[in-house]
Each structure stands twice: as C-alpha cells, then as structure tokens.
Nanobody, 120 residues
Framework: QVRLVESGGGLVQPGGSLRLSCAASGSIFSIHAMGWYRQAPGKERELVATIISGGSTNYADSVKGRFTISRDNAKNTVYLQMNNLKAEDTAVYYC??????????????WGQGTQVTVSS
C-alpha cells in the first residue's frame, strides 16, 4: 500500500511564503513523476508544478517565478516553495505521484490535500 502525506499548509498574508511537503511511503519500487495540483472553491483542480525523476520541472504560468518544486529522491519527498503568495493562490493543494509498487503496475496516487489560505 502506498500513501502520500502532505504538510505545510496554513494561513499567510499576501506577499508571504509557505513550503509544502509531500512524503510517499509504503511498498515503493520507484517514483517517476511527482507534482502539485490545487483546487479553489468552485473551480476545477489544476496543475501547479511537476518534477520528474531526472529533475526536469514544469510550472503553470500563474506560478512561474514565484513557486519552486523540488524533490529528495532518497526520502521519496517532493516540496513546493511558494513565495510572493497572492489571494488567488488560495486553494487546497494536492500532492500527486506516479509510482511503481513492488509486484504492481505503475499508478497515480493522490494525497489528502492541505489548505493554503492567502489573506490579510
């Protein structure tokens, strides 16, 4: 069984920073891609950033230059450093990972989500 556990969300003022973490655990053989998505009230879930095992990254235009995704392969953990936060960044942030488990095919897994609220 594979689990993704996020942490680091909270309330921050506009212009502030937060760092999200997501740790994968369980019967993991390898992790190809990890990423962050977000869903604001009344909106569809959208891609924020992704990073593959080789280190290549991809960002939504709305967060380029403000957010940085990174990963620690030894810890099966992905991070999202969020700077210069804006009110429109308010959402539930979800971790996603493409994982091959022992004795199983590759599958996408989701974390439970962590709330990020940007407000003065």
């Amino acid at each position: 069984q594979v689990r993704l556990v996020e942490s680091g969300g909270g309330l921050v003022q506009p212009g502030g920073s937060l760092r999200l973490s997501c740790a994968a655990s369980g019967s993991i053989f390898s992790i190809h891609a990890m990423g962050w998505y977000r869903q604001a009230p009344g909106k569809e879930r959208e891609l924020v950033a992704t990073i593959i095992s080789g280190g290549s990254t991809n960002y939504a235009d709305s967060v380029k230059g403000r957010f940085t995704i990174s990963r620690d392969n030894a810890k099966n953990t992905v991070y999202l450093q969020m700077n210069n936060l804006k009110a429109e960044d308010t959402a539930v942030y979800y971790c996603n990972a493409h994982i091959i488990s022992y004795g199983a095919l590759a599958k996408y897994y989701w974390g439970q989500g962590t709330q990020v609220t940007v407000s003065s």
